[in-house]
T-cell receptor, first 109, second 113 residues
Framework: QKEVEQDPGPLSVPEGAIVSLNCTYS??????FMWYRQYSRKGPELLMY????GNKEDGRFTAQVDKSSKYISLFIRDSQPSDSATYLC?????????FGTGTRLQVFP | DSGVTQTPKHLITATGQRVTLRCSPR?????VYWYQQSLDQGLQFLIQ???????AKGNILERFSAQQFPDLHSELNLSSLELGDSALYFC????????????FGQGTRLTVV
């Protein structure tokens, strides 16, 4: 079993839709939870990070962590074509930064 | 620009050969992580160095090795290359051992023919 599971998609939505991206994890030792965005052929860039269970909002993005269920989510409101990318969840366990496989998102006009 | 520099950007080599990928972390960052990303695969953690010492190891093959030098740049050595080693190799750096924000380089695309 992988430490972090993420549906690879692709997920295709119309512009303006609310997008929900999710990851589950198996190791309760994970402490920090992050979402990265990766455009094609580029290095991933950090979108958001959270430490505790609950919600964290940044503009159109909301990150949600449920440690009891070992489940994290990223919501994108009013999605734009420029949001089309691969979204990777990531989490830290001691010194290791572990990524999910990424979900490919396409937002069409 | 993340501040992390990886060279070369592209590399084409034959099976059985050996290559070295180089990473210069952001100024002041002490930790370097190496990842492999194959087609349609996520980022597979290979290895992490902190201030010159190996700190964590992922699914790194015995044919692969890495090191971090006193000036904090890092090299990933891939030997006895196989077709399946073709992938994007990313380097990321963070300020400390346990840090929430990792900055990634643009990657080295390795093609083994």
């Amino acid at each position: 079993q992988k430490e972090v599971e993420q549906d690879p998609g692709p997920l295709s939505v119309p512009e303006g839709a609310i997008v929900s991206l999710n990851c589950t994890y198996s190791n309760s030792a994970f402490q920090y939870f992050m979402w990265y965005r990766q455009y094609s052929r580029k290095g991933p860039e950090l979108l958001m990070y959270t430490y505790s269970s609950g919600n964290k909002e940044d503009g159109r993005f909301t990150a949600q962590v449920d440690k009891s269920s070992k489940y994290i989510s990223l919501f994108i409101r009013d999605s734009q074509p420029s949001d089309s990318a691969t979204y990777l969840c990531a989490m830290i366990n001691t010194d290791k930064l572990i990524f999910g496989t990424g979900t490919r998102l396409q937002v069409f006009p | 620009d993340s501040g992390v520099t990886q060279t070369p950007k592209h590399l084409i080599t034959a099976t059985g050969q050996r290559v070295t990928l180089r990473c210069s972390p952001r100024s002041g960052d002490l930790s370097v992580y190496w990842y492999q990303q194959s087609l349609d695969q996520g980022l597979q953690f290979l290895i992490q160095y902190y201030n010159g010492e190996e700190r964590a190891k992922g699914n790194i093959l015995e044919r692969f090795s890495a090191q971090q030098f006193p000036d904090l740049h890092s090299e990933l050595n891939l030997s006895s290359l196989e077709l399946g080693d073709s992938a994007l190799y990313f380097c990321a750096s963070t300020a400390g051992q346990l840090n929430t924000e990792a900055f990634f380089g643009q990657g080295t695309r390795l093609t083994v023919v």
